[in-house]
């Protein structure tokens, strides 16, 4: 099956010089996209539609009025963006972009650079679920939210910088009204700020969806680690 949107996504690509690779180790597909670019209009350049797939991305992928760069629909995915890669989601006249669109569940782990103009990761609905780590180094931004949070079980970890590159939607990090059970960790140098000269909270938490719902939530902010909000 992968063998297939593989080769649909080539077929799409408007200009790529990318060394995509699949595999299966242990029952779990490997994607590896190397130092090169995968750029893509309309669609997303990855669609995770299977459970246990692994992506390893060490070079760019950018999507233009597509609704994601990387679209996790399946189970148990794991994303690593290391300090090479970059991931960039572009808004279009049809499309409101995010990087890492997450409807299934996944963890991801970033050393390099993420950035979409409407969301840099969102977990998207109350199904979704699972982790994201920003390690020593890596950023995530969005012009309008960085991390989105409607899922069920989310954590989030933070040792780099999550910031607005715009005004932000209420918060650079978001937790929607569905979410559930979610944990939200600035580390000693971390940073977590709506950007200077814009407006949004560094954190916002809407909590709850019905009468008597109890959410469960936990925010740490260690020693050294900032959550800077801006303007009004």
Request: hydrophobic share 40%; aromatic share 6%; charged share 15%.
């Amino acid at each position: 099956m992968f063998s297939g949107i593989l080769a649909t996504l080539r077929s799409r690509l408007l200009n790529t010089s990318t060394l995509a690779q699949e595999s299966v180790r242990d029952g779990q597909t490997l994607i590896q996209s190397f130092f090169q670019n995968t750029i893509v209009d309309n669609t997303p350049a990855f669609l995770l539609d299977n459970n246990f797939v692994r992506l390893l991305n060490f070079g760019r992928i950018a999507t233009e009025n597509a609704p994601a760069d990387v679209s996790v629909t399946g189970n148990d995915a794991n994303i690593f963006n290391f300090r090479s890669g970059e991931i960039e989601a572009l808004n279009g006249p049809d499309a409101l972009a995010t990087a890492i669109d997450v409807t299934g569940s996944a963890d991801i782990r970033n050393f390099g650079n993420i950035a979409g103009e409407f969301n840099g990761v969102s977990f998207s609905g109350a199904q979704s679920s699972g982790a994201l780590d920003n390690f020593r180094g890596g950023t995530i931004s969005s012009d309008s939210r960085a991390v989105n949070i409607q899922g069920d079980g989310v954590s989030v970890r933070n040792f780099g910088d999550i910031v607005g590159t715009g005004d932000q939607r209420n918060g650079t990090i978001y937790t929607d009204a569905v979410a559930e059970n979610f944990s939200i960790s600035n580390f000693t140098g971390g940073t977590i700020d709506a950007g200077l000269g814009n407006n949004g909270a560094g954190v916002s938490l809407q909590v709850g969806n019905e009468l008597n719902d109890v959410v469960s939530g936990t925010i740490l902010n260690n020693v050294g680690g900032v959550i800077q909000g801006r303007g009004q």
